[in-house]
């Protein structure tokens, strides 16, 4: 800290601040203080004292808590000869404050366990632990702690410990585990606080998978934990950790024929959980039922290819299905929906394997499942209103309808029709049946055989005719004397009365969207199904999810609908007097425009100019006010309604002909260009201009010419002052689509380095690409396209080598769009060198990449090496692997000497003593990707090698 060690009552007194103080100021003060302290040198000593001290349980905490964090993240800064030492300490520390606050013990657990697993001179924790407390009954409590936290932190993403050393942590631990268990056997009495922490600890060595399986599946302890499931009386608490133990067992035993004994044990003690299950729902104990969904769910998905290999055999006994079908019974909806992620996993086995034999023995339980799922998606019968899609049951419904449309193969769309409507087969159904199952049938409706006859369906809709009290047409005639087809049952859904529960009308308009298809192949029901939809979209609680299916049907219907684009124009520009959403009148307007795409060239430009209008003419209003309070009114509705526009009006334009859109962008721009300038300060409708201007161009493609030179100087200027990412991801679509006009090069040109010289001012500021990274990713997409479009513009200017500092810069950035298109700029750039597609400049491109390479290769490979070995997540482990693969490919002995001297500066030991990467393993992981014959085989030795740091 700048002012030097602070002393302990200036750290008590911001301790107290931050937990005390009224004023949320002054927490913040303190909090902010207090954080510059934990980063800082003084943090070791000043929480050592801290602890010593015992004041009171706030300042102990934070003690607690830094030392932690001090040893996670911040090792490095201790010499080795402290190591012993603070180990000390803090084993004194958590038995003199055992009794202080259970939070306290496990921040100092945390910190010893994060201690011995880089401590690497510390060998057999476990046993030393053991040995030294195992007989101080006042000790177990935080010896267990100890125990429990060390299994877990072993993959702590926090700790930076290395394969080897992981690798002999883990040995060590599974050397000593039957210690443990033996010890924790030892606790299993009548203190349930102490069987509690038996069980955390017992499950967290499970989830570390270093239990010996055969000394496990005969041990008392997994006795003890079905003892404590199947009694009536288990506390909350209790049961909760006792499931939770069970399915880390059960996650721990994933390969089944490896692990029989204890499998066995383990499946036939869930199967005796059934009876308490079914005592929990009795007793309305929701918490003990979600539990033992858990452990059902669990046994299901630990056994599922087992179940699929020998259905009905040994453990892949059907009885764990009948258990997941027991649950999905229940009343509540959330207990079902545990088990949906067993559902969707076992549906893609079964689709994988393609054997009817096999589909026909689980078609059963797939069934009733549907029956179950269709229950639960019923809204309560005093419901009113529309189905809310945003709360937890909305989303529910949600689950179920992606889970149906997972398995639905297994049962066949029409079969599930029956099953379902099978439910309403006993006289009328109530609404909230009717509902529910057109829910379910809207899931499903676009995977049904268009041929196929659907008379569960139309029976169900004249169960809804019957019900409702003014019928708009005769009864149909009974679903046994006439089975209609698709089109039928879509006929008789767009006559429903509108007395019909809105529920129902709101699902029954989804339904009508989802068969867009149907409509499609029998455009006569065009007409009766845009009535339908009208009437919706006149009613507030109907009107986006009716602009939603009418933007369905122009998606799927585009060629028919040409004939109502003058009513859907109609629409468009009366948009705002219906009751929409956002994304409802943004999708109208998207469907209109397909529609608008499919009219005869002739006509386009005078329908798109009628269908701008609305949006321009808003748009000048608000550049015409007079600005209140400094405020101009927010024009971004009316941007983003013109960007869906251009984006989606895309007519087919031979060569040579001019494009129909042309002239409306032209007549827009002036308008475009006066917002932006008038907004040019906020970043929010810059960006919808730039995105507006962006489809714009898109949409006209080269006639956007005349637009180029006016817009360009727009950008620049503007960026001069307010450096908006979004003008260079603009930048980028110029590039894409003049940057091979020989005419345009030098202009695009000029205005990449117009536009570099204040992003490299923002990016080398302190934190710059950490904090920009909107600002990295939209330069090197801008960057990317000149090197796609003009390789050679792009390579023999002098912003190249400024360009390529950065992005060397930019490589240890850890957000995924930067990163990713810095990966793709270097490694498109060293490409522009190898692929010679026989282009006259082919041999000028080799020579320019070739220079660039010897000024900047050495330090590009290095920094690649050092950023995927400490910068980066794994998943961006590929793209690393492409820019190696592309220099290797462009040059293999200069390669060769680049990797060795990038791999003699890394690290060969940890702070804590411990091997990170040994002689030979270097040699060889050169040797691997030196002798790589494709860039997979360099991904592959990547991937190992950095997990050697992580």
Same mark, same amino acid.
């Given at each position: 800290m700048e002012g030097g060690k602070p002393t302990i009552p200036l750290v008590y007194q911001a301790v107290q601040a931050l937990y005390h103080d009224p004023d949320p100021a002054g927490k913040e003060r303190a909090s902010v203080w207090l954080g510059e302290l934990q980063r800082s040198m003084y943090a070791w000593e000043i929480s050592d004292q801290l602890l010593q001290l015992k004041q009171d349980v706030e300042s102990c905490y934070f003690a607690a808590q830094t030392m932690k964090m001090k040893i996670q993240t911040s090792f490095y800064e201790l010499p080795a000869e402290t190591h012993n030492a603070l180990r000390d300490s803090l084993l004194s520390h958590i038995q003199s404050l055992k009794d202080l606050s259970p939070i306290i013990v496990t921040q100092l657990a945390l910190a010893i366990a994060d201690l011995a697993l880089q401590m690497a001179s510390w060998k057999g924790c476990v046993h030393t632990l053991i040995e030294k407390y195992n007989d101080d009954v006042s000790s177990m409590t935080f010896l267990i702690e100890i125990l429990t936290v060390l299994p877990e932190e072993v993959h702590s993403r926090s700790l930076r410990i290395g394969a080897n050393r992981r690798t002999e942590i883990i040995e060590d631990l599974a050397y000593y585990s039957s210690t443990v268990v033996t010890l924790l056997v030892g606790k299993t009495g009548n203190d349930e606080k102490m069987l509690i922490k038996v069980f955390r600890c017992l499950g967290s060595w499970f989830n570390l998978g270093v239990l010996d399986s055969n000394f496990m599946a005969s041990n008392q302890l997994l006795i003890v934990l079905f003892q404590v499931l199947q009694r009536d009386e288990t506390s909350t608490n209790l049961h909760e950790a006792a499931s939770d133990c069970v399915c880390s067992a059960l996650y721990a035993i994933e390969s089944v024929d490896t692990n029989v004994a204890l499998a066995m044990q383990l499946f036939q003690g869930v199967l005796t959980l059934e009876t308490a299950y079914h005592m929990a729902v009795a007793r309305e104990d929701l918490d003990k039922v979600l539990n033992y969904c858990r452990i059902f769910t669990e046994l299901c998905e630990t056994f599922l290819e087992t179940t699929v290999r020998s259905p009905g055999q040994g453990m892949g006994d059907l009885r764990t299905l009948e258990l997941l079908l027991i649950c999905a019974g229940h009343p509540q909806y959330e207990v079902v929906e545990i088990s949906f992620n067993f559902w969707y996993r076992l549906g893609e086995h079964l689709y994988k394997t393609n054997e009817p034999a096999l589909h026909a023995i689980f078609r059963p339980y797939i069934q009733r499942l549907l029956h179950s799922l269709a229950r639960h998606c019923q809204l309560d019968s005093d419901h009113e209103g529309i189905p809310e899609d945003t709360d937890d049951f909305g989303e529910f419904r949600m689950r179920v309808s992606d889970l149906v449309k997972d398995v639905i193969f297994l049962v066949g769309s029409m079969e599930c029709f029956s099953q379902l409507y099978s439910t309403?087969?006993?006289?009328?159904?109530?609404?909230?049946?009717?509902?529910?199952?057109? $829910?379910?049938?809207?899931?499903? =409706?676009?995977?049904?055989?268009?041929?196929?006859?659907?008379?569960? *369906? #139309?029976? +169900?809709? %004249?169960?809804?005719?019957?019900?409702?009290?003014?019928?708009?047409?005769?009864?149909?005639?009974?679903?046994?004397?006439?089975?209609?087809?698709?089109?039928?049952?879509?006929?008789?859904?767009?006559?429903?009365?509108?007395?019909?529960?809105?529920?129902?009308?709101?699902?029954?308009?989804?339904?009508?969207?989802?068969?867009?298809?149907?409509?499609?192949?029998?455009?006569?029901?065009?007409?009766?199904?845009?009535?339908?939809?009208?009437?919706?979209?006149?009613?507030?609680?109907?009107?986006?999810?009716?602009?939603?299916?009418?933007?369905?049907?122009?998606?799927?219907?585009?060629?028919?609908?040409?004939?109502?684009?003058?009513?859907?124009?109609?629409?468009?520009?009366?948009?705002?007097? $219906?009751?929409?959403?956002?994304? =409802?009148?943004?999708?109208?307007?998207?469907?209109?425009?397909?529609? *608008? #795409?499919? +009219?005869? %060239?002739?006509?386009?430009?005078?329908?798109?100019?009628?269908?701008?209008?609305?949006?321009?003419?808003?748009?000048?209003?608000?550049?015409?006010?007079?600005?209140?309070?400094?405020?101009?009114?927010?024009?971004?509705?009316?941007?983003?309604?013109?960007?869906?526009?251009?984006?989606?009006?895309?007519?087919?334009?031979?060569?040579?002909?001019?494009?129909?859109?042309?002239?409306?962008?032209?007549?827009?721009?002036?308008?475009?260009?006066?917002?932006?300038?008038?907004?040019?300060?906020?970043?929010?409708?810059?960006?919808?201009?730039?995105?507006?201007?962006?489809?714009?161009?898109?949409?006209?493609?080269?006639?956007?010419?005349?637009?180029?030179?006016?817009?360009?100087?727009?950008?620049?200027?503007?960026?001069?002052?307010?450096?908006?990412?979004?003008?260079?991801?603009?930048?980028?679509?110029?590039?894409?689509?003049?940057?091979?006009?020989?005419?345009?090069?030098?202009?695009?040109?000029?205005?990449?380095?117009?536009l570099c010289m204040p992003t490299f001012q923002l990016l080398e500021q302190p934190l710059g690409l950490r904090n920009h990274p909107d600002t990295v990713d939209d330069l090197f997409r801008l960057a990317t396209r000149f090197v796609q479009r003009s390789p050679v513009t792009l390579l023999s200017s002098g912003i190249i080598v400024h360009i390529i500092q950065c992005a060397i810069a930019a490589t240890t950035l850890d957000h995924r769009d930067a990163n990713c298109s810095v990966m793709k700029f270097v490694r498109d750039l060293i490409h522009t060198g190898v692929s010679n597609d026989h282009e006259e400049d082919f041999e000028l491109r080799k020579q320019l990449i070739g220079q660039a390479m010897e000024q900047h290769g050495q330090q590009l490979v290095t920094q690649l090496m050092h950023t995927c070995c400490f910068c980066l997540p794994a998943y961006t482990l590929p793209d690393v692997a492409e820019v190696l693969w592309e220099i290797m490919v462009f040059n293999r002995p200069t390669f060769c000497r680049w990797l060795e001297v990038a791999l003699k500066g890394l690290p060969k030991e940890t702070t804590g003593g411990a091997v990170t990467v040994t002689h030979k393993q270097l040699t060889d992981f050169h040797k691997q990707v030196t002798s790589a014959e494709e860039c997979k085989q360099v991904c592959w030795a990547i991937r190992e090698f950095t997990r050697l740091f992580r």
């Open positions: 309403l087969k006993d006289g009328n159904p109530p609404w909230e049946v009717t509902e529910a199952v057109l $829910f379910i049938m809207a899931a499903i =409706a676009k995977s049904v055989d268009p041929l196929a006859s659907l008379s569960c *369906l #139309a029976g +169900l809709v %004249l169960f809804v005719k019957r019900r409702s009290t003014c019928l708009l047409t005769p009864p149909l005639p009974s679903p046994s004397q006439n089975s209609p087809t698709l089109t039928e049952v879509l006929e008789q859904v767009v006559q429903l009365p509108e007395t019909v529960h809105i529920a129902v009308r709101y699902t029954s308009i989804e339904l009508v969207g989802e068969m867009s298809e149907v409509v499609d192949r029998h455009p006569r029901f065009l007409d009766p199904v845009l009535n339908y939809l009208m009437k919706g979209l006149r009613e507030k609680p109907l009107a986006s999810v009716a602009a939603k299916a009418i933007h369905n049907i122009c998606s799927v219907c585009r060629d028919h609908m040409a004939q109502h684009f003058q009513g859907l124009l109609d629409i468009a520009r009366a948009l705002d007097s $219906f009751a929409l959403s956002t994304e =409802a009148a943004v999708g109208l307007l998207k469907g209109t425009a397909l529609v *608008l #795409a499919r +009219l005869p %060239l002739e006509k386009i430009a005078e329908c798109l100019s009628d269908l701008c209008a609305v949006q321009v003419m808003a748009l000048k209003k608000l550049l015409a006010q007079n600005p209140t309070n400094g405020k101009t009114a927010d024009p971004t509705v009316w941007l983003d309604r013109l960007a869906v526009i251009f984006r989606h009006t895309n007519p087919i334009v031979e060569n040579g002909q001019t494009h129909p859109c042309q002239k409306v962008i032209q007549e827009i721009w002036p308008v475009l260009s006066e917002t932006l300038n008038t907004h040019q300060a906020d970043n929010r409708i810059v960006e919808r201009c730039c995105r507006c201007l962006r489809f714009a161009v898109r949409c006209v493609g080269k006639g956007s010419a005349s637009l180029l030179q006016p817009l360009v100087t727009q950008m620049v200027s503007v960026y001069q002052v307010y450096p908006h990412s979004c003008f260079l991801y603009l930048g980028s679509i110029l590039v894409d689509e003049y940057g091979m006009e020989d005419g345009c090069r030098q202009g695009l040109m000029d205005m990449l380095q117009a």
